[in-house]
């Protein structure tokens, strides 16, 4: 079945930076999406993005299908950013979504 | 719309007891998916609905767990007897159809005791 990793699995920075997670995946993908988990455990939709770039405030995410990963890029990180983020795709006709092991994330104020 | 809807938050019971997860989904979401969250396992997909009918239960863990969806509006996840080793988040989401955007709810914290 299709591989997800997410690199780096933890990234503490200080409140102000900046920040690039990676998903790699080693198939064709129909649907891939960016979550956070927050501290509290809320499951928080970031971005629907098979292919191409969107951005939404401070977040914005990048796939590029024929290379088969994708990037979230996190600017000015405030602490609120604090989290675990996770990558999910799915594949062919498959409803399921596979998940990557997810980046814990530590801003520091 | 307020997004996918779940109760209870906090579910803590003694082992042996019924346990009965709710979720809505979201209006007009013709997919809805049930999901076990574990520090071991991750998220586990347990089972998922399109138009209110059971498509495939192969995460489902055991018979002791069950899941129905009566209407659009409204599914449960029961697990009759429950053991301590069903403590997880459980999570509900929707989809528009199969291959587009899930959401999902904040999540059922079960512990069993």
């Known amino acids: 079945g299709i591989q997800v990793e997410q690199s780096p699995p933890d990234l503490i920075l200080q409140e102000g930076a900046n920040s690039t997670l990676r998903c790699n995946f080693s198939?064709?993908?129909?649907?891939l999406q960016w979550f956070h988990q927050n501290p509290w455990g809320q499951l928080i939709n970031l971005f629907y993005?098979?292919?191409?770039?969107k951005q939404n405030g401070r977040l914005s995410a990048t796939t590029v299908a024929t290379e088969r990963y994708s990037l979230l890029y996190i600017s000015s990180s405030q602490t609120t950013d604090s989290g675990v983020y996770f990558c999910?795709?799915?594949?062919?006709?498959?409803?399921?979504?596979?998940w990557g092991a997810g980046t814990k994330l530590i801003i520091k104020p | 719309d307020a997004g996918v809807i779940q109760s209870p938050r906090h579910e803590v019971t003694e082992m042996g007891q019924e346990v009965t997860l709710r979720c809505k989904p979201i209006?007009?979401?013709?997919?809805l998916f049930w999901y076990r969250q574990t520090m071991m396992r991750g998220l586990e997909l347990l089972i998922y609905?399109?138009?209110?009918?059971?498509?495939?239960d192969s995460g489902m863990p055991e018979d002791r767990f069950s899941a129905k969806m009566p209407n659009a509006s409204f599914s449960t996840l029961k697990i009759q007897p429950s053991e301590p080793r069903d403590s997880a988040v459980y999570f509900c989401?929707?989809?528009?159809?199969?291959?587009?955007?899930?959401?999902f709810g904040q999540g059922t914290r079960l512990t069993v005791v």
């Open positions: 989401a929707s989809s528009l159809e199969r291959n587009t955007e899930a959401f």
């Open positions: 198939d064709s993908v129909n649907n």
């Open positions: 609905f399109n138009n209110n009918v059971p498509i495939d």
């Open positions: 209006s007009g979401h013709d997919y």
């Open positions: 993005i098979p292919s191409g770039t």
């Open positions: 999910a795709v799915a594949v062919g006709s498959n409803y399921q979504l596979i």
